[in-house]
C-alpha cells in the first residue's frame, strides 16, 4: 500500500505500520478513546488532526514492542503541537496518559 504519491521519496516502513494500523483498527480504538472523553464528547466531534494523532498514538503504545508507551506519548504530544491547535497537546496527553498503567 503505496500512501504518498506527492513525492519520489519512499515512506518508513514504521510510518506505514502504524498509518495502516490505526486505519484498519480505527473502530477498535475509537472505541477506547471513547471510554475516555468527558461530557458527553463522541470521538467525531474531536478535530481531525486530535482524532489522527490519538488514533495513531494508541496503536503504537499497543502494537509496537520497540517504543515504550511513554514515548509514543511524548512523540504524539509533539505532533499535537505542531499540527492541532492551542489546546491539543494538554488533550491528547490527557487522553493517552490514561492508558499507560502505574
Known sequence: MQLC???DEAVPDYL???VSGAI???D???KE????LKNKWTVKRLS???RSILRIGLFEMENSLEVPKKVAI???IEMAG???DKDSKSFVNGILSNFVEG
Open 5 to 7: 504519491d506527492l513525492t
Open 28 to 30: 477498535d480504538l475509537d
Open 74 to 76: 511524548d512523540e504524539s
Open 82 to 84: 505542531e499540527f492541532g
Open 33 to 36: 478513546i471513547a471510554e475516555h
Open 16 to 18: 506505514t505500520f502504524l
Open 48 to 50: 481531525r488532526i486530535d
Open 24 to 26: 484498519e483498527h480505527q
